[in-house]
């Protein structure tokens, strides 16, 4: 079955943190950048190890200011210089085992702003984002194994979540007014009342990314800022069939843009009911995932992951299994006002690692 040989690092979950750079608007932010150091670069490549420092000043119980620096490990930390083909070769082999019929979730956290859509949609030509650089190579790669003898079929749907529900980007209308269900029949997830398109080549899935971009955008103006409270699933099926060997193989490639983890301000939160409820939601199905996603480091039998506490985990329960591989991107702001939640998403990058 394994026509391409994929390396196994460790386990079959990574963790990788990615650091933006400051914006031309923000080089003068009033408190400056964050203090964060990288290890050595060649030092990680060796290893396999990477880590990152960052120094952040607290109160203490006395009322003094005491600075801490803390250290967190990952697979791979990528700096600000680092483009999206850097962040792409790290995963281009983990996104093309999908055509040897492995499950994969790649996964985009961190806190609004953090650039979590530029690295996962990005923008044209050479800063696009992984989306578009593992659609174009899956289509490249299968097309090499026709050589091979094997063919393939392609299916791409785009799903959201929001408040806990499942609204379908790619559904007919500007709205998608249907309830949709998860059904799990054995090993094989269907979300009832959903589109999935036939992808015939690259281009097919452009079309298919605009027309959900342009839903999310409807919605976004009507709800504020709607599309960075919500998690996004773009979902790749790859069928493939071997007509010389009679070997067949199924696998899904999710990509996954994750609502914004940041913590509501504790004022006005409870004149805000939408936002409050939005808050919940997201931090239910952010820890959820955490959890799911420790389980399956751990070893715990499929039986014990905790996959029914979120919509979102029950939506990936049949990608996030015991063969699976698994990605998390955790997306950094480098601004010294946003080393709070910096630190909340390093935080939870350790939990799942
Ligand atoms: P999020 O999706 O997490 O809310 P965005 O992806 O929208 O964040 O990023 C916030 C801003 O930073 C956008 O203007 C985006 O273009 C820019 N940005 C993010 N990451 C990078 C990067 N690596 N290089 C250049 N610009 C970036």
Aim: hydrophobic share 35%.
């Amino acid at each position: 079955k394994l026509h391409n040989q994929v390396q196994e690092l460790k386990g079959n979950i990574r963790v990788f943190a990615r650091v933006r750079p400051a914006l031309d608007h923000e080089r003068d932010a009033p408190d400056g950048l964050a203090q964060i150091a990288y290890c050595d670069e060649r030092v990680a490549a060796e290893t396999g190890q990477s880590h990152l420092t960052v120094r952040s000043r607290s109160e203490s119980a006395m009322g003094k200011e005491r600075e801490q620096a803390l250290t967190f490990n990952f697979d791979k930390v990528f700096q600000p210089k680092h483009g999206q083909r850097e962040v792409f070769e790290e995963i281009s082999m983990l996104a093309q085992s999908v055509l040897d019929g492995y499950n994969v979730c790649i996964f985009a956290y961190g806190q609004t702003g953090s650039g979590k859509s530029w690295t996962m949609e990005g923008a044209e030509g050479l800063h696009a984002g992984m989306i578009p650089r593992a659609i174009d190579m899956i289509f490249a790669e299968s097309a090499k194994l026709k050589d091979r003898g094997w063919k393939y079929t392609m299916e791409g749907s785009f799903l959201e979540v929001y408040n806990d529900e499942i609204n379908d980007l790619l559904g007919n209308g500007q709205f998608d007014t249907k309830k949709h269900e998860i059904k799990i029949d054995r090993d094989k997830m269907t979300v009832t009342d959903t589109v999935a398109l036939p992808l015939a080549n690259p281009q097919q899935v452009s079309t298919l990314l605009e027309r959900a971009r342009s839903r999310r955008a409807v919605a976004a103006t009507l709800m504020n800022e709607r599309s960075s409270r919500s998690h996004s699933v773009f979902a790749l099926k790859v069928r493939g069939w071997n007509d010389d060997t009679g070997e067949e193989s199924e696998g899904i490639l999710n990509l996954v843009d994750l609502a914004g983890s940041e913590r509501l301000a504790s004022s006005g939160a409870d004149k805000d009911a939408v936002r409050l409820k939005e808050t919940i939601n997201i931090n239910k199905s952010l820890s959820a995932l955490a959890d799911v996603i420790s389980a399956l480091g751990q070893g715990t039998g499929v039986a014990h992951v905790p996959y029914r506490n979120s919509t979102l985990t029950r939506l990936l329960q049949t990608s996030l299994s015991g063969s699976s591989k698994t990605l998390m991107l955790c997306n950094l702001s480098p601004l010294a006002a946003h080393l709070g939640e910096t630190v909340c998403s390093l935080r939870f990058a350790t939990k799942v690692n």
